[in-house]
């Protein structure tokens, strides 16, 4: 399963910059508004040492890192759902993906226009969130309509369907995101399926200046975003764009080393993917063969059978044990052959709950 991500923000905030940097698809960037128009998706691979780590061992045929989808859709603006700029239409793209990426603009830069003639990035947070909370509202009034219809029939699905949607419409009318709204585990299968927007997780990215990358905290638009998001338990990762464009061009010791300089500890794509990972609850295991090395990603708290089914549904409905051994276990070992030996490897069955890091091998039959 690749994690998707939705990349929102005024025209201007360094959204496409951003995009192009983190997966070099090349989507058009420029000073003026709307200049994405149509949505751009480009799949970046999540990077990983261990699966290297892994590679180094094995000595596979091949090696398949686990994948990161991200779409960039038009800037919106203030009025956006009354059809201001380019109208909201463009929202339908970024309803299926599983988190909501917003760039935030923390620098001030007289060569680039901001939207709304000044540098404020909580206004500019307010402008997006309320934008995606009308466009949800929309969709939530028109559901309504049409399950109330069966509700008054006594339909107890309609019924039941009916009362989650009042709730929602409620928050949403006092301008408060789907997400915080308060649903049982039924409940919230009927929220999943009607893909709003704001009751996906949102990360915040604070995209500053090339001088202020390296003492973001520093940064008083920056200090703002962060008290900001932690009334609502939302996490903020700071970026420069302008640097991850010169970083994508880099690997292995020559990016090491650019980012040394620039007293940056990581990269804003490896902080981007591991803040998503933290916030979506997703985790990394491995199935480690001489044909492949293979990364897969899946959630926390899902057991053996759910995770051989990530690879083909037939593992999953033949499932008979996972052979697993835990990444490091592996590693100090050298071989598993030799982790076998040791005792490390381990025989798991259908309750297992699946680690972050194990190496699994699934036995089935069909």
């Known amino acids: 399963m690749a994690l998707t991500a939705g990349i929102v923000g005024l025209p201007n905030v360094g959204k496409s910059t951003l995009f192009n940097a983190i997966t070099q698809a090349g989507a058009e960037s ?13 799949i970046v691979e999540v990077p990983d040492h261990r699966l290297q780590k892994l590679t180094e061992l094995v000595q596979p045929k091949k090696t398949v890192p686990t994948a990161f989808e991200f779409t960039d859709i038009a800037g919106i603006v203030k009025g956006a759902s009354q059809g201001e700029g380019l109208g909201n239409k463009f929202l339908s793209h970024i309803r299926q993906v599983d988190a909501i990426c917003q760039v935030v603009r923390c620098f001030a830069d007289e060569n680039i226009t901001h939207v709304s ?6 206004d500019d947070i307010e402008v997006i969130n309320l934008e995606l909370i009308l466009a949800d509202l929309e969709s939530v009034n028109k559901r309504i309509e049409r399950v109330g219809k069966m509700a008054k029939q006594k339909d107890k699905d309609a019924m039941f369907e009916h009362e989650v949607l009042v709730a929602i419409k409620e928050a949403l009318e006092s301008e408060k995101p789907a997400r915080t709204v308060e649903v049982s585990d039924e409940q919230q299968r009927i929220v999943k399926g009607l893909h709003l927007l ?10 500053v200046s090339e001088d202020e990358v390296a003492n973001a905290d520093d940064n008083e638009y920056v200090q703002k975003v962060r008290e900001y998001a ?23 010791e020559e990016k090491e080393m650019f980012l040394s300089e620039l007293g940056i500890e990581e990269s804003g794509l490896d902080q981007l993917i591991r803040a998503s990972y933290s916030l979506l609850g997703l985790a990394t295991y491995f199935t480690a063969g001489v044909q492949e090395v293979r990364a897969w990603t899946f959630r926390r708290g899902i057991k053996a059978p759910q ?7 037939d ?22 052959t030799a982790a076998k030996e040791a005792g490390k490897v381990r025989l798991e069955g259908k309750d297992y709950v699946v680690q972050d890091g194990d190496v699994i091998h699934f036995r089935f039959n069909v």
Request: glycine share 8%; charged share 20%; with cysteine.
């Open 198 to 207: 704001t009751a996906k997780p949102m990360l915040y990215v604070a995209n």
């Open 230 to 252: 932690a009334n609502e338990n939302a996490e903020v990762i700071v970026i420069c764009a302008k640097i991850e464009e010169e970083i994508a061009e880099l690997e292995g």
């Open 30 to 42: 420029a000073n003026y508004p709307f200049c994405t128009i149509d949505p751009n998706v480009g």
């Open 307 to 313: 995770c051989a089914g990530i690879i083909h549904s």
């Open 315 to 336: 593992f999953e409905r033949g499932f008979i044990r996972a052979e697993t051994v835990a990444y490091d276990d592996l590693l100090a070992a050298g071989s598993h």
């Open 117 to 122: 003639g000044k540098v404020d990035p909580i």
